[in-house]
C-alpha cells in the first residue's frame, strides 16, 4: 500500500512537472532576448554597507548639516530684521529664504530616524500655507506649534507668505512690520516660525553628526525596518510629493481638471519651477549615491549588481533615462508656475505625465528588483 | 480488490485508535492559536487592519461579512482569546472549537488584504477539529465528568488531519514544480541576496548555486515531506527536518506564525504511544500527578446518523480540498499573473510581485478627469495588496464609482493605468487602461480586461 502511494506521487509529480514545463514554455512564445548567462558560481550580494555609509557621510550628513546652517541664517537674518526693520535687510531677509528653502529640497527626504521622531518633513514644509490661519496667530498674538491646524502656518510655506506675500512689492511688505497695526506681532510671529525651524534642524543635524549613522549603517538588512527599505521608501515617497504637490495637484490631476494655480510650493516667492528642478537633481543624486565627494556607491550599483532587467536592459539604464526625461520635462516649466498653469495647463501636465513614469520604476521595479517592500506598515506574508 | 477497498477503508476509518493524538493536537494546536491572537493584538493590527480601514475588501459571495467596529472588534478577538484557552484545556470543547473556527474565519473574511495562506489553513485545522471528539481525554471536560472520558476513537479522527497535512504539502511541492522556480529559482535569487547580512549563513546568500539548492530543496521537502511523516521508518528524521526546514523559513522570511503551526499540526503524525508518553509527561511534571493514569477502556460512539453527517461533510470537505488547487487550470493565461485560481491552493512564497496603480474618475457629462489618491482610501498595506491582484482592482474601482456617483456624477468612468512586475520581469502594462471598470462584472469567470503576460 505504501509503495503504491509513493509511486502514485511520483508518477503524478513528474506528470505535473512536464505538464508545467510544457506550460511555460507555451507562454514564452513572445519575441524572445537573450538573457546573460548567469553561472551558479555568481555572487549577488551586495555591499549595502557601503553604500549606507556614503549616503550617511557624503550626502544626508552634509544636508542636514548644511540646512542647520540655513536655518540659522534665515534666523539670524530675522533677527537683524525685527530689531531695526528695512529695505536692505529685508532684502537680505528673501535671500536667506530662498537660500534655505532650497536646501531643504535635498534634505527633507531623510525622513527616517531622527527627522521622523520630530515629523521633521511637515512641520518645515506643509503647503499650501493657510493664510487664515497665519493672520489668526499673528493678530490674537498667540501660537502653539504643537496645534495640528498651525501645520500649514508654519515652516517655509507660511515664510514664504510674511515675506513675499503680505503686500505687492517690498515697500507694501515692509509697511506690514513698520507701520501696521500688527507689526510688532507679525514680527515676533517671524521669529516664533524661524526659531522653531532653527531649533528642529539643530536637532535633527545633531543626531545625525553624532551617534546616528552608527545606528543607520548597522541595519543593513532589507527587511521593513531596514535602513536600505526605509530609504527607498522615502525615496519613492518623496517623489510622489514632487510629482504630486509640486506639479500635480496644482495643474488640476486630483480634481476633475480644475487648476488650483495658489496651490504650488513657493507661490509667493515665485521659485516653484526652480525648487522642482534642485529637488529632482537631490533625488537624482541620492539614487545615484553622487556627492560632493564624487559618484558613490548608490541605488544604482545596487541594481546593477543584482542585474536589474526591464525590457530587455538594465533597469538601471532605464530609471536614469527617466530622470532625464522628467528633468527635460520640468525644465520646460517656467517660474512663475502659477501663471503657467494658467496660460499653459498642458505643458504643466505633461510635465506631471512624464514625472508618473518615474514613480512605476522606482516604486515598483526597483523596489521589487531588490525585494523590498514598498510598505510602511507591517504584516506578515506567506 | 472489492475486498480490500473494503479493508483499506475499515483500516483507515474504523479502526479504533487510540485517543492521545487528538488530545496532544487539540493542546498544541489551541497553543499556537492563543499565542498567535495575542500576538495579533499586541501588534495592533486589529486597529490597523480592521478598525482604522474605511473600505474592505471582501471574498466574493461574502459581501455581507463586515467590521463589528472598535468594542465589537476587540470583542471578537477576546471571544478567540477564550475559545483558544477552552480548547487547550478542553473545556466545553464542541462549544469552544466551533466558537474558535467562527470567529477566526468571520476575521479573515472580512479583508482578503490580509488573506496568508497559514490563516487559511488555520481555519480548515479549526473546522476539522470540531468534528472529532478532541475534548474527550486529559481535559477539563473530563475531570469534571469523567463519564465523558474515552480512550479510544475510529481512526478517521486522526488520519483527517494526516490526509490533510499531506495535501498542504503535497500541493505546496506541486505549486514549486514550475520553470519560475526550478528554472529561473524565483523569487529566492532575489530575496536571498538581500538577506546576506544574516549571522553565519549571510555570505552565502548571494550565490547563485544556493538560490538552485533552496529552490530544488523547497519542492522536494513538499512534495515528499508528508509521506516520509507518515512512513514509520522515516518518520523521525523526516519530524527533525520539519523542524530545520520551518525554523530556516521563520529565521529568513517574515511569515509570522507559519512556521510554528506546521512544526506543531505535524505532531500528529506521531504514534498513540508517542503522544501517549507526551500526556504522561505533562501529567506528571506539569500537573505533579503521582499516580499513573489508567485509562478507561472505553470506546467512542457516535450516533449512526451523526456518523453519516460527518463521513458526507468530510467527503465534501477533501473533494474541495482536492478540486480547489486545481481550478487554476479552468484559467486561460499565466496564473501568477493573473492570480484567477491562486488562493486557497498553498501557493506559499512563488512571487516577488509589485505594482503601481494609478486610478482615474471621469466626468462623461464635463469631461473633466481626476487622478484618486489611493491612500486617501486605503491602507498602504490594502493599497499594496491590490495594486497586484485584478479582483481588488475591480473591487476598489467599484467603490469609487459609488463614492463619485454620491458626489452627483451620473455613469463616473473608472479606468485604471497599473504596472506590475513578476518575479524580476520588470514592470508592464497590466489591464487593460481604457476599460471602464465601473462597468465590469466580478465572477468567477476570466476577466478579459487583464492583458496577458509576455515575459520581454
Given at each position: ?247 500635480g495637484i496644482p495643474a488640476g490631476t486630483q480634481s476633475m481638471g480644475i487648476t488650483y494655480p495658489a496651490k504650488v510650493q513657493a507661490y509667493y516667492s515665485k521659485i516653484s519651477v526652480q525648487l522642482a528642478t534642485a529637488h529632482l ?102 | ?135 474527550r481525554y486529559f481535559s477539563v471536560d473530563v475531570w469534571l465528568k469523567p463519564a465523558v472520558e474515552v480512550s479510544n476513537v475510529p481512526a478517521w479522527t486522526i488520519n483527517i488531519f494526516k490526509l490533510q497535512l499531506i495535501l498542504v ?41 544556493v538560490a538552485y539548492a533552496f529552490s530544488w530543496f523547497g519542492a522536494l521537502f513538499d512534495l515528499t515531506i508528508g509521506f516520509l511523516l507518515l512512513k514509520r521508518s522515516t518518520r523521525k528524521p523526516a519530524y527533525v527536518m520539519v ?214
Open positions: 500500500m505504501r509503495k503504491f502511494i509513493v509511486l502514485t506521487a511520483i508518477a503524478f509529480s513528474a506528470l505535473v512537472l512536464i505538464q508545467s514545463c510544457s506550460k511555460s514554455s507555451d507562454n514564452n512564445t513572445g519575441p524572445t532576448t537573450t538573457t546573460t548567462t548567469t553561472t551558479t558560481a555568481a555572487n549577488n550580494s551586495f555591499d549595502r554597507k557601503a553604500m549606507l555609509t556614503n549616503m550617511s557621510t557624503n550626502i544626508i550628513v552634509p544636508a542636514y548639516t548644511a540646512f542647520q546652517t540655513a536655518a540659522s541664517n534665515l534666523d539670524a537674518a530675522v533677527t537683524a530684521f525685527n530689531t531695526s526693520p528695512d529695505a536692505v535687510k529685508l532684502s537680505a531677509l528673501q535671500t536667506a529664504f530662498i537660500v534655505a528653502y532650497k536646501q531643504w529640497q535635498t534634505t527633507g527626504t531623510f525622513e527616517l530616524g531622527p527627522a521622523a521622531v520630530i515629523n521633521f518633513r511637515v512641520n518645515t514644509n506643509t503647503y499650501p500655507a493657510d493664510i487664515n490661519q497665519i493672520n489668526a496667530n499673528v493678530s490674537s498674538g498667540t501660537y502653539n506649534p504643537n496645534l495640528l491646524a498651525n501645520l500649514a502656518a508654519k515652516g517655509l510655506p507660511a515664510l514664504d507668505f510674511l515675506l513675499f506675500g503680505v503686500g505687492t512689492d517690498n515697500t507694501a511688505i515692509l509697511s506690514q512690520y513698520t507701520t501696521d497695526v500688527n507689526a510688532a506681532k507679525r514680527k515676533t510671529y517671524l521669529a516664533a516660525l524661524t526659531t522653531e525651524m532653527k531649533t528642529n534642524a539643530t536637532t535633527v543635524a545633531t543626531a545625525w553628526t553624532s551617534t546616528y549613522p552608527a545606528t543607520f549603517i548597522a541595519a543593513a538588512g532589507t527587511d521593513a525596518g531596514s535602513s536600505t527599505a526605509l530609504l527607498v521608501n522615502e525615496l519613492v515617497y518623496d517623489y510622489e510629493i514632487l510629482k504630486n504637490f509640486e506639479v537633481t537631490a533625488l537624482q543624486n541620492l539614487y545615484l549615491g553622487k556627492s560632493m565627494q564624487g559618484d558613490g556607491i548608490g541605488l544604482d550599483d545596487y541594481l546593477n549588481k543584482v542585474n536589474a532587467q526591464k525590457a530587455g536592459t538594465s533597469l538601471d539604464a532605464t530609471v536614469k533615462a527617466q530622470f532625464a526625461a522628467a528633468m527635460a520635462k520640468l525644465q520646460t516649466l517656467t517660474d512663475p508656475l502659477s501663471d503657467q498653469i494658467k496660460s499653459s495647463p498642458a505643458t504643466v501636465s505633461a510635465a506631471y505625465t512624464e514625472c508618473q513614469k518615474l514613480t512605476v520604476l522606482l516604486k515598483t521595479d526597483m523596489t521589487s528588483a531588490l525585494g523590498i517592500l514598498i510598505n510602511y506598515g507591517d504584516n506578515d506574508g506567506d | 480488490m472489492l475486498i480490500s477497498a473494503k479493508e483499506l477503508i475499515k483500516k483507515h476509518v474504523l479502526t479504533p485508535a487510540h485517543i492521545a493524538p487528538l488530545a496532544v493536537l487539540r493542546i498544541a494546536f489551541g497553543s499556537i492559536m492563543l499565542i498567535s491572537t495575542i500576538r495579533f493584538l499586541l501588534k495592533g493590527w486589529v486597529y490597523s487592519f480592521y478598525i482604522k480601514p474605511k473600505f474592505h475588501f471582501t471574498f466574493y459571495g461574502f459581501d455581507w461579512v463586515k467590521p463589528f467596529g472598535p468594542t465589537g472588534m476587540y470583542v471578537l478577538f477576546g471571544l478567540m482569546v477564550v475559545s483558544s484557552v477552552m480548547v487547550i484545556a478542553g473545556l466545553l470543547y464542541k462549544v469552544a472549537s466551533t466558537a474558535f473556527f467562527l470567529t477566526f474565519t468571520y476575521v479573515e473574511l472580512i479583508d482578503k488584504t490580509t488573506y496568508l495562506n497559514h490563516y487559511y489553513f488555520v481555519s480548515v485545522m479549526a473546522f476539522l477539529l470540531i468534528l472529532v471528539p478532541a475534548g504539502y503535497f500541493f505546496a511541492g506541486i505549486s514549486k514544480l514550475n520553470h519560475d522556480w526550478l528554472i529561473d529559482t524565483m523569487p529566492l535569487k532575489i530575496w536571498l541576496p538581500g538577506l546576506t547580512n544574516l549571522w553565519l549563513v549571510g555570505p552565502l546568500l548571494g550565490y547563485t548555486w523542524i530545520i526546514f520551518h525554523i530556516f523559513t521563520a529565521w529568513f522570511f517574515k511569515i509570522g506564525m507559519f512556521p510554528y503551526i506546521m512544526i506543531a499540526a505535524t505532531l500528529i503524525f506521531f504514534s498513540a504511544e508517542t503522544h501517549k508518553n507526551m500526556i504522561d509527561y505533562l501529567r506528571r511534571f506539569w500537573f505533579r500527578q503521582k499516580i499513573i493514569h489508567t485509562d478507561v477502556n472505553r470506546n467512542y460512539l457516535l450516533k449512526e446518523a451523526w456518523a453519516k453527517l460527518i463521513y458526507g461533510v468530510l467527503i465534501i470537505h477533501f473533494t474541495i480540498q482536492v478540486l480547489l488547487p486545481l481550478r487554476y487550470l479552468a484559467y486561460p493565461g499565466k496564473l501568477y499573473w493573473t492570480e484567477e485560481g491562486y488562493r486557497f491552493s498553498w501557493r506559499v512564497m512563488l512571487m516577488e510581485k509589485g505594482g503601481t496603480i494609478f486610478f482615474y474618475v471621469k466626468d462623461p457629462a464635463t469631461g473633466g478627469q481626476t487622478e484618486i489618491v489611493n491612500s486617501q482610501y486605503l491602507s498602504q498595506f490594502q493599497e499594496t495588496q491590490m495594486s497586484t491582484q485584478p479582483d481588488m482592482i475591480l473591487q476598489f474601482a467599484h467603490y469609487l464609482a459609488g463614492r463619485y456617483r454620491a458626489k452627483g456624477i451620473k455613469n463616473p468612468v473608472v479606468t485604471a493605468q497599473s504596472y506590475v512586475t513578476l518575479n524580476g520581469s520588470g514592470s508592464r502594462l497590466y489591464i487593460d487602461s481604457t476599460v471602464n471598470l465601473a462597468n465590469e462584472r466580478e465572477s468567477f469567470g476570466h476577466k478579459r480586461w487583464i492583458l496577458p503576460f509576455q515575459k520581454n
